[in-house]
Nanobody, 118 residues
Framework: QVQLVESGGGLVQAGGSLRLSCAAS????????MRWFRQAPGKEREFVAG????????YYADSMKGRFTISRDNAKNTVYLEMNNLKPEDTAVYYC???????????WGQGTQVTVSS
């Protein structure tokens, strides 16, 4: 009954910025953490950034620190990923992920394409 819907992907030139959104729908959605992953063609999915819900504490993959920022809007049940100084190497499908409730149920979004041109 919980659905994660992503938006905000698109084409951007190197050095530009983009903000992705992930909106959660469904009753009694109470995440422990929400995360962003990405997957480039021919590569495995990799962790990008996450946020611990209770403390509103962000955490990042080392390679993402300094350029990417994760944040949330509790009222809108939405998590964001702001990406700055984008590079062609950032080109990938970006996925939203959540773990929710005491059962630690896992949810995935459908993914949104980010393409960075030189």
């Amino acid at each position: 009954q919980v659905q994660l819907v992503e938006s905000g992907g698109g084409l951007v030139q190197a050095g530009g910025s983009l903000r992705l959104s992930c909106a959660a729908s469904g009753r009694s959605f109470s995440p422990n953490t929400m995360r962003w992953f990405r997957q480039a063609p021919g590569k495995e999915r990799e962790f990008v950034a996450g946020i611990w819900w209770s403390g509103n504490t962000p955490y990042y993959a080392d390679s993402m620190k300094g350029r990417f920022t994760i944040s949330r809007d509790n009222a809108k049940n939405t998590v964001y990923l702001e990406m700055n100084n984008l590079k062609p190497e950032d080109t990938a499908v970006y996925y939203c992920y959540a773990e929710a409730g005491t059962s630690r149920m896992k949810y995935w979004g459908q993914g949104t394409q980010v393409t960075v041109s030189s």
